[in-house]
């Protein structure tokens, strides 16, 4: 008996009949005795039809434009989830975002949730109404529409049960849980029962997938239980919560691989203090990620820089470097593409200092060649060519000995 | 030079190219100096399709969440619109009815506007922008998102209009002006260069389906210059205002028609004072249209009442009356489908009082049975069998005369 807020993505609601399915989930958890929040995706492809629509009209839509557009999709699903459930006999209410009081930064296309005001949300729970949120999507105080980005609602749904001191959030997706790696491309993958917000913080950061960063971190400072399952079975899922128990002595305990990877490299830059606070905001204004960043050991008055990027935002970047030169002055660019991230993750190896070494001892011997490497203190992250990627994952998969349930200590 | 509000329908935005189209228009307008607000409906059959959706989960949705649901359609428009114009260089804004300041009753499907806040529209103008704004929604007291019912886009025009003081509301469509009678099917039909607003209201009233009757009387409350006009050509269309010149003396200035109409009659009801009120409110507040209605003479205690209706509200009607009937007690009804309505308009009419038996007499020598009659000033409406609808208005076109431009006293 509680609170609980569960979200479901464009696949779990990807028709009419899916709808329906999970409008008999929600009303199970009434008829369980609890209060239920419900935050929703658009059902599957809406998001990529309304932008192809875009596409016959604008290379470049405004940001500001565009989520006017793309927000439409989650509004769409809420009212027939909402119409499913009263066809059950069951009261409820479809929300779009800024209804549900859900405050955003003027940041179109990538806001971040601001505050949430609750107090209409509780009203309805009140009423003993089903309340169901649009996903993704949120107002800024000019009461202009911004989105958060896609996977942005993970995020909605945790922020709400901060906001509603929710006891659970449930992220409901077309995988099960969350794997040692992604299942998708490697047979060996194998579901974990908890992992910590650190650990599915790194692997989500890194590509695993399955849940937006900024949810995990909403989660984590918030101390909210997360669990992801499957929208399709009524198995336990994977929880998240704040120490992982049972498995907790798994140094490795996933791996994370991300591809269209390119790294830009830039020499001769001069070697000043001001020069990387330049380069990277510079970036960082133009909505550029940079990902691994490396500074190599400089000559005397100049350094050389190299940083990885997603390969879509190449040509925007050289532009951004070009037009900061007169400020900024290097002597070259080099970038090169076709490659991917891979990275180990685990608690464990904070205390363990030589896993990176087996790591790069692994993909050594399976002749897969290391171009950048970035460390955190339970993740090692290695840029490679994206043709040996998936060989990389089941190597390390294989080498770490993520299919069996013993800690990676004893072999 | 001036501030011109224009509004485009379905088939005026159906496709990107179609919008692309609508950017230009809009250009124009503003090339020429003047401040610009454009109306637009949801993209061809988007409407239909979101209904569609519904009908997979429910036959009987909840009006709030169907206005959820629909007034998506024309925030997509909206924004793709102002990414069209946009790419052309020019500024533009995208606005949902609330947004804009747009509020309505809380009568989910059909609401009235009650009040516009003008603030948001008049400060982007002010920033030189083109405002567009979606239309057939806003916003109730309750902060839910209401719609006005089908074809009220047209009312939302004219209401922007009426409150930014504009000089003119241009209704663009997929027809180039109003007909004497719909071009569609009587071959005839020939098109007016200006009609009287009260014409107008009776033409729309009677299904001539060009433009919504709400925005005529609104237009006509508010004194607002109206044209109706075609979105695919530059030829002037109709305008609507309060005097129509020229062709004043016609007495017979259009014919209207309307299909699928029902007639009801309902036997041995009390004949007491609060027996219409209390039939009428009851068919009212169930949302049931009633269109001409009939006392017949009473016998000493009771007296019949017919009335006709849309026939897809045949089932609803039949509920409330058989529920009302502990109130209410009758002895019978009736019930007549494949009926239609067929009416002729005309200013002129109100001093020449022969028109409507010169009407029944065109009617009968052709063999079309006449089952309801109802007048008004400027206007006469006949129920009759819906095979005979078309006979009926090619008679009464070639009767009056209404495709040469002669009055008809002349005959």
């Known amino acids: 008996m509680g609170l609980r807020v569960l979200k479901f993505g464009g696949t779990s609601v990807g028709d009419v009949e899916k709808i329906k399915n999970v409008s008999r989930r929600l009303i199970e958890a009434v008829d369980a ?12 492809k809406t998001t990529d039809e309304l932008v ?28 027939l989830l909402s119409m499913a459930i009263q066809e059950a006999g069951y009261d409820s209410v479809s929300l779009t975002g800024w209804q549900a009081g859900i405050k955003t930064e003027t940041f179109h296309g990538n806001a971040r949730i601001l505050d949430i005001d609750s107090k209409r949300m509780n009203q309805h729970l009140a009423e003993g109404k089903i309340v169901i949120v649009a996903g993704f999507q949120g107002l800024t105080d000019t009461t202009d ?29 077309d995988v099960d849980g969350v794997y040692t790696t992604d299942p998708r491309y490697v047979n060996a993958a194998r579901k974990l029962s908890t992992i910590s917000y650190d650990e599915m913080l790194e692997l989500a950061n890194l590509g695993a997938g399955v849940l937006h960063p900024r949810a995990v971190e909403f989660a984590k400072n918030y101390n909210i239980l997360l669990e992801v399952r499957s929208s ?36 001769g830059l001069p070697n000043e203090i001001t020069t990387l606070p ?36 190449l040509e ?13 002055p290097y002597n070259n660019i080099f970038h090169e ?33 290391i171009k950048m490497v970035s460390t955190s203190e339970i993740k090692v992250s290695t840029i490679v060519p994206q043709d040996k990627m998936i060989y990389a994952i089941e190597s390390l998969h294989d080498q770490f000995q993520l299919d069996e349930r013993k800690p990676v200590e004893q072999v």
Chains 1, 2 share one sequence.
């Open 52 to 79: 192809g629509l875009t596409k016959g009209i604008t290379t470049k839509p405004s940001p500001r434009e565009l989520d006017m557009l793309l927000t439409t999709g989650e509004q769409v699903t809420t009212a």
């Open 316 to 328: 925007l970047t050289l532009d951004v470097l070009n037009r900061i030169k007169v400020k900024l």
């Open 337 to 369: 593409s076709d490659l991917a991230k891979v990275s180990i993750v685990g608690s464990g190896m904070i205390s363990n200092p030589g896993v990176a070494a087996q790591m790069f001892e692994v993909l050594s011997e399976h002749g897969i060649e």
């Open 232 to 267: 399709f079975t009524n198995e336990p899922g994977t929880l998240i919560e704040e120490v992982a128990s049972m498995e907790q002595n798994l140094v490795v305990r996933g791996l994370a691989f991300e591809s269209n990877v390119t790294k830009i490299t830039i020499s």
């Open 145 to 173: 529409i911004a989105t958060l980005g896609r996977g942005g609602s993970d995020t909605t749904a945790v922020a709400i049960a901060a906001a509603l001191k929710a006891d659970r959030c449930e992220i409901y997706t």
């Open 33 to 44: 005795g609890d209060e239920v929040v419900a935050v929703v995706s658009a059902m599957g």
């Open 278 to 313: 330049t380069l990277f905001s510079s970036l960082a204004s133009n909505g550029i990620n940079v990902d691994v960043i490396i500074q190599s050991t400089s000559e005397k008055n100049t350094t050389s820089i190299s940083f990885s990027i997603e390969t879509a935002s």
